[in-house]
Nanobody, 123 residues
């Protein structure tokens, strides 16, 4: 059974850093592109970053240069290193397998999501 578990969220001040983890199980995650999404209160869920099985990455414009996505297939885990955090990054962050067409896209391929991890950025 497909299962995703996000962790690593917390509360930080503007300019701070956090690293989120997405642990996958129940499928051949090593061959699957994984994406991070976020949803702030009252807003729609939006794509943040994704990574293909070969390591090709994609980032939303407002996180480029601040966030870095990586994967460790031996641990079946995808990481999202976030630096230079801003109050507008405050949201619940989720991971999910994503569609790949030449590169990974911000579209869930299986509509399976973890429970999310909360990131709060405030002074």
């Amino acid at each position: 059974q497909l299962h995703l578990a996000e962790s690593g969220g917390g509360s930080v001040r503007p300019g701070g850093s956090l690293t989120l983890s997405c642990e996958a199980s129940g499928f051949t995650s090593a061959y699957t592109a994984i994406g991070w999404f976020r949803q702030a209160p009252g807003k729609e869920r939006e794509g943040v970053s994704c990574i293909t099985s070969s390591g090709t990455t994609n980032y939303a414009d407002d996180v480029k240069g601040r966030f870095t996505i990586t994967r460790d297939d031996a641990k079946q885990t995808v990481y999202l290193q976030m630096t230079g955090l801003r109050p507008e990054d405050t949201a619940t962050y989720y991971c999910t397998p994503v569609v790949v067409i030449r590169t990974c896209l911000f579209s869930s391929s299986r509509d399976v999501w973890g429970q999310g991890t909360q990131v709060t950025v405030s002074s």
